[in-house]
C-alpha cells in the first residue's frame, strides 16, 4: 500500500463549481503537506504549503489538514476553465524528502 | 528573476544514442532532483543531490547518471537511448528555508526515442 492515496479521477465540474480534492496518508510523522498544481507537459508549481494541522487560505484556494484522521483535503472557490490541471498532494517530516500522492486530475468546463 | 531551466523542452532522438538533459537553477539551492514522469502517471525520483560531488540514486531504478560538478547545474545522461526511455524528465531544487522542504520544478524535457 502506498504511503500516500489520491484519487486519480479525472473529477469533471462546471465553471463556478466548488472542488474538493483529497488525499489521505498513512505515516503520521507527516508534519508538512503542500499541494501543487500541474498542467500539461509542464512541471509542478507549488500552490499551497501547510504545517501541521489546521486550515490555509490563498485566494480562492483553501488548504485543510486533518492529522488524527490522516486526512488533506484542497478546496477551490468558484472554479475557473484555467484551474483544469493535475494537482498533486506531497508531505513530509522535518529534513525528509517529499512524498507525492499520484494526482488528480480536475476538468473545469465552460 | 531567480528561477530552474530544463533544456530541451522535447528531444526526439533514435535508439543508441548518448543523450544530455540539462538543468540549471539561479536560486542558490543545494538540494536538486530528476523525477521521471510518464503522461498521467504519479512522479517517480530518480537521482538527487544534496550538494557539489554529491549524488544518490532515487527510488525508482533509472539506467541514467548524473553529476553536480556545480551548485547550479545538474545534468543527466543517458548513455545509450532506448525506446522504454520514453518519458517526462523533471528537474527540482528544493528551498533551504524552514524544515519542510518545498520543491521548485522546471518545466520539464520530453524525451521520445524512437
Known amino acids: 500500500q502506498k504511503e500516500v492515496e489520491q484519487d486519480p479521477g479525472p473529477l469533471s465540474v462546471p465553471e463556478g463549481a466548488i472542488v474538493s480534492l483529497n488525499c489521505t496518508y498513512s505515516?503520521?510523522?507527516?508534519?508538512?503537506f503542500m499541494w501543487y498544481r500541474q498542467y500539461s507537459r509542464k512541471g509542478p508549481e507549488l500552490l499551497m504549503y501547510?504545517?501541521?494541522?489546521g486550515n490555509k487560505e490563498d485566494g480562492r484556494f483553501t488548504a485543510q489538514v486533518d492529522k488524527s484522521s490522516k486526512y488533506i483535503s484542497l478546496f477551490i472557490r468558484d472554479s475557473q476553465p484555467s484551474d483544469s490541471a493535475t494537482y498533486l498532494c506531497a508531505m513530509t517530516r522535518a529534513g525528509n524528502m517529499l512524498t507525492f500522492g499520484g494526482g488528480t486530475r480536475l476538468m473545469v468546463k465552460p | 528573476e531567480a528561477d530552474i531551466y530544463q533544456t530541451p523542452r522535447y528531444l526526439v532522438i533514435g535508439t543508441g544514442k548518448k543523450i544530455t538533459l540539462e538543468c540549471s537553477q539561479t536560486m542558490g539551492h543545494d538540494k536538486m532532483y530528476w523525477y521521471q514522469q510518464d503522461p498521467g502517471m504519479e512522479l517517480h525520483l530518480i537521482h538527487y543531490s544534496y550538494g557539489v560531488n554529491s549524488t544518490e540514486k532515487g527510488d525508482l531504478s533509472s539506467e541514467s547518471t548524473v553529476s553536480r560538478i556545480r551548485t547550479e547545474h545538474f545534468p543527466l545522461t543517458l548513455e545509450s537511448a532506448r525506446p522504454s526511455h520514453t518519458s517526462q524528465y523533471l528537474c527540482?531544487?528544493?528551498?533551504?528555508?524552514?524544515?519542510?522542504?518545498?520543491?521548485?520544478f522546471g518545466s520539464g524535457t520530453q524525451l521520445s526515442v524512437l
Open positions: 501547510t504545517y501541521s494541522s
Open positions: 505515516n503520521s510523522a507527516f508534519q508538512y
Open positions: 527540482a531544487s528544493s528551498d533551504p528555508g524552514g524544515l519542510g522542504e518545498k520543491l521548485f
